[in-house]
């Protein structure tokens, strides 16, 4: 079990020792969709959903997600995020959102941007259930790491597990 870095020798749960690490420029971007009725998704593309503007309001909300991601998994290390970005492109069917963000720092900001991410497509579905309760929320995923021990990471690369 002493392979899995959140696991001791014993198998107990731990936050992984980052205090020897080099601090580094780190990156991470991931991306994610929630597709919906053609109504829903015409009202949030003219602002028209009752609750108010539903991307200016899941864009905050990753961010503030992204800045509470240890608050939220277990064995998260609290940041000093120094850029985080939340891009959200409505179209017929839905909303595809991504999100950047970066820190110089010891450890990743993978989960970070997932959680940017999960949050912001979860409000998106908050602020537009009323018109479309049956919305759905997939396809999150991490598209592209930088920096760090283990270098850069994209899934197109030969040999990476996505």
């Known amino acids: 079990m002493s392979e899995l870095t959140h696991l001791d020798a014993t198998g107990a749960a731990r936050m992984v020792d980052v205090g020897g690490k080099t601090e580094t420029q780190r990156e ?7 597709t919906m009725s053609a109504a829903a998704a015409a009202a949030i593309r003219a602002g028209l959903v ?33 850029k985080i970005t939340l ?44 018109i479309d ?5 997939g396809a999150i995923r991490l598209i592209a790491k930088r920096g760090g021990k283990s270098g850069d990471w994209t899934p197109e690369q030969p040999g990476s597990q996505s």
């Open 28 to 34: 991470a971007v991931a991306t994610g969709r929630i």
């Open 50 to 82: 009752r609750k108010g503007d539903v991307l200016a309001t899941a864009r905050i909300a990753g961010i503030m997600a992204a800045k509470r991601t240890s608050e939220l998994i277990p064995l998260c290390h609290p940041l000093a995020l120094t």
């Open 87 to 130: 891009d959200l492109a409505p179209d017929e069917a839905g909303v595809t959102a991504t999100a950047t963000v970066a820190l110089n720092g010891r450890t990743g900001v993978e989960m970070e941007a997932l959680t940017a991410v999960s949050v912001a497509l979860l409000t998106i579905y908050d602020m537009a259930k009323a």
């Open 133 to 137: 309760r049956a919305m759905e929320i």
